[in-house]
């Protein structure tokens, strides 16, 4: 197996990296709830995807009474 006979400069191996760039990801906006959302994804505040409801997104308040109630179930 070949081996390196001598040393890349620093700017050398940098200049090779130029190309491995992150891309920023794409977002559209959610013609349900105007947020952010990724192409072709359920939207993660909405819960929508072509125009009906798919998964059902609990608010912060449903959560906690829900919570409360499964507590007082277990008593």
């Known amino acids: 197996m ?3 006979k001598r040393r890349h400069s620093i ?3 940098r200049r090779r990296r130029t190309h491995w760039k992150i891309n920023a990801t794409q977002t559209v906006v959610c013609p349900q709830c105007k ?3 990724l ?6 505040f909405c819960g929508y995807y072509n125009g009906r ?3 059902k ?3 912060i308040d449903e959560r906690k ?3 409360e109630k499964k507590g007082k ?3």
Do not use: M
């Not at 192409?39 to 993660?44: E, K």
């Open 2 to 4: 070949a081996l390196p």
């Open 11 to 13: 700017t050398r191996g």
């Open 35 to 37: 947020q952010s959302k």
């Open 39 to 44: 192409p072709h994804h359920i939207c993660q």
């Open 53 to 55: 409801e798919v998964i």
């Open 57 to 59: 997104i609990e608010t």
């Open 65 to 67: 009474r829900r919570r």
């Open 73 to 75: 179930e277990n008593q």
